[in-house]
């Protein structure tokens, strides 16, 4: 069965420190990757999306994620984080043929202090 | 564009009670929309994937009998928790495919489900 792990439950950390979160997934066919983030008392948000092509991706907010499909891997990337980051990290895979069906990890929450 | 919404976005019920939420695609049409369960701290939990105009196809585990699902319209699918319990209490969070843009899911805000 497919499967999405999070290294990192609670990451803390101060404004303008980098972030790395992991993600890695158990699938061996294709896959399409998702960043969700989730702000306190807020719904679900695309962050950025890998399909096909350019294995690093950019989203919103100076958010990156590079797919390393030896390492099964789509981490999370953030030069420098700001207060405002502060939310829940979802990472989710679709694997090919699964009729669109998501597959998230654990999440992992993330704090910023100011 | 590409907004989902739900309602109600908060429900208390007693517990042997019927509650449905409704889970709408505003500006597109949705062939495929999906059920989550969150709880808290938690990850998303897929319950089902509704398909307009067919059965719902459910998660091993998630009852089908007591979460109903109802997709009978490209912009509208409904959940029943029929007989609800406490356990029930929960986060429930919908998301519409839209097909147009691909694999992309948009999410609902979700609904508060407290079952007393």
């Known amino acids: 069965a497919q499967s999405v792990s999070q290294h990192n439950h609670h990451v803390i950390l101060s404004e303008a420190a980098s972030l790395e979160l992991g993600c890695n997934y158990s699938?061996?066919?294709?896959?399409?990757l998702f960043w969700y983030v989730q702000y306190p008392g807020q719904h679900l948000q695309l962050l950025l999306k890998?399909?096909?092509?350019?294995?690093l991706v950019k989203g919103i907010k100076g958010f990156e994620a590079e797919f390393i499909k030896s390492k099964f891997s789509f981490n999370l990337r953030k030069p420098s984080v700001q207060w405002s980051d502060t939310a829940e990290y979802f990472c989710?895979?679709?694997?090919?043929?699964?009729?669109?069906?998501?597959?998230f990890g654990q999440g992992t929450e993330l704090s910023v202090k100011p | 564009g590409a907004v989902v919404s739900q309602h109600p976005s908060r429900v208390i019920c007693k517990s042997g009670t019927s509650v449905k939420i409704e889970c709408r695609s505003l500006?597109?049409?949705?062939?495929?929309m999906f059920w989550y369960r969150q709880f808290p701290k938690q990850s998303l939990m897929l319950m089902a994937t509704?398909?307009?105009?067919?059965?719902?196809?459910?998660e091993q585990g998630v009852e089908k009998d007591k979460f109903l699902i109802n997709h009978a319209s490209l912009t509208l699918s409904t959940l029943t928790v029929t007989s609800a319990h406490p356990e029930d209490s929960s986060f429930y969070i919908c998301?519409?495919?839209?097909?147009?843009?691909?694999?992309?899911?948009?999410f609902g805000p979700g609904t508060r489900l407290t079952v007393t």
């Open positions: 998301s519409a495919r839209d097909p147009v843009r691909g694999y992309e899911q948009y």
């Open positions: 699938y061996g066919g294709t896959v399409n």
């Open positions: 890998y399909f096909s092509g350019d294995p």
């Open positions: 989710a895979v679709n694997a090919e043929n699964q009729g669109g069906k998501l597959i």
């Open positions: 500006d597109f049409q949705a062939t495929t």
């Open positions: 509704s398909n307009e105009g067919s059965k719902a196809t459910y």
